[in-house]
């Protein structure tokens, strides 16, 4: 076991808006933006609570650390269940159960309203909003989205720790192909069994509510719920064609590839793609 070379995430707050897109934006460095939603409405309405009471009959979709793993629940949720009893399970247990690309305003539009986008937000979408629950001691296992979008990521209630790496460590993360995952353990780095994951530089920070952690385009990511929480996260596409392209090629093409494969010979083809991640 190791210590793996991370550096603190840069925070900044009272930035404006060209200065964000000079210095962070467009070169493509991630950045905790501490007071992009400190006036939001969400912030302190949005209580567990609140959701309940308001939210608690829509039904949703749950799931866990199986998400990740080859077989029947390869890249699908557990089961669906009432908003309110997801609610009290994230508060009440330590159960690996999450949330997540939960668009909430597709049946709440009126949920938008407590959301003040400032001009920071420009170019980020106001449609396609969406929100990630945890119980305390949940994991989102390190990933990149396979879109490659950029990312804008508010907490709105508990702290939640992130590691960050750029799309350039992939061959050191041991990205599997035909996704964007990897199945090192940054928690606890083998560097016997993963010996290039000990060259990997990366970033790290701790976000508490109101904070906003921008994440460029193709940035892997593995975000840990130090406490019971959820956040909301808006992306923008606001990308060179090339890298547009290579988004949906990664959607229609390599995503479908792999979901057919992992359920015609689930163990076979991760064993594959394991050990290719090692030759790469």
């Excluded at 409405?41 to 939210?55: D, I, N, S």
């Excluded at 709440?108 to 420009?122: F, I, N, Q, V």
């Excluded at 509510?209 to 921008?214: A, D, V």
């Excluded at 193709?218 to 547009?244: D, M, N, Q």
């Amino acid at each position: 076991m190791g210590q793996l070379n991370l550096l603190p995430i840069p925070r900044v707050e009272k930035i404006s808006a060209s200065e964000f897109r000079k210095s962070y934006l467009q070169p493509e460095r991630p950045v905790v933006i501490k007071d992009m939603a400190t006036t939001w409405p969400a912030l302190r309405k949005w209580t567990p609570e609140y959701f309940a009471k308001e939210y608690g009959s829509l039904q949703v979709k749950v799931y866990d650390e199986s998400f990740v793993r080859a077989g029947t629940t390869y890249m699908s949720s557990l089961r669906k269940i009432p908003f309110r009893e997801y609610l009290d399970l994230m508060l009440n247990s330590s159960m690996d159960l999450r949330l997540f690309a939960f668009n909430i305003f597709w049946q709440a539009p009126e949920l938008k309203m407590d959301l003040l986008w400032s001009e920071l937000t420009k170019g980020f979408s106001k449609t396609f909003i969406f929100m990630f629950f945890g119980c305390k001691g949940s994991a989102t296992p390190l990933h990149y989205d396979p879109d490659l979008q950029h990312l804008l990521h508010t907490v709105l209630y508990g702290k939640k720790r992130v590691v960050l790496f750029s799309n350039e460590e992939s061959k050191n993360l041991y990205k599997h192909p035909f996704n964007s995952r990897s199945y090192v353990d940054l928690d606890n780095p083998d560097f016997s069994k993963f010996p290039r994951l000990k060259y990997a530089k990366g970033y790290e920070a701790i976000l508490s509510p109101g904070e906003t952690l921008f994440m460029p385009s193709g940035y892997w990511h593995y975000l840990v719920y130090e406490e019971a929480g959820y956040a909301i996260c808006t992306r923008s596409a606001e990308l060179p064609l090339a890298r547009k392209l290579r988004g949906y090629f990664n959607l229609l093409v390599c995503f479908p590839i792999d979901k057919i494969m992992n359920k015609l010979f689930p163990e076979t083809w991760f064993r594959w793609k394991e050990e290719r991640a090692r030759r790469e």
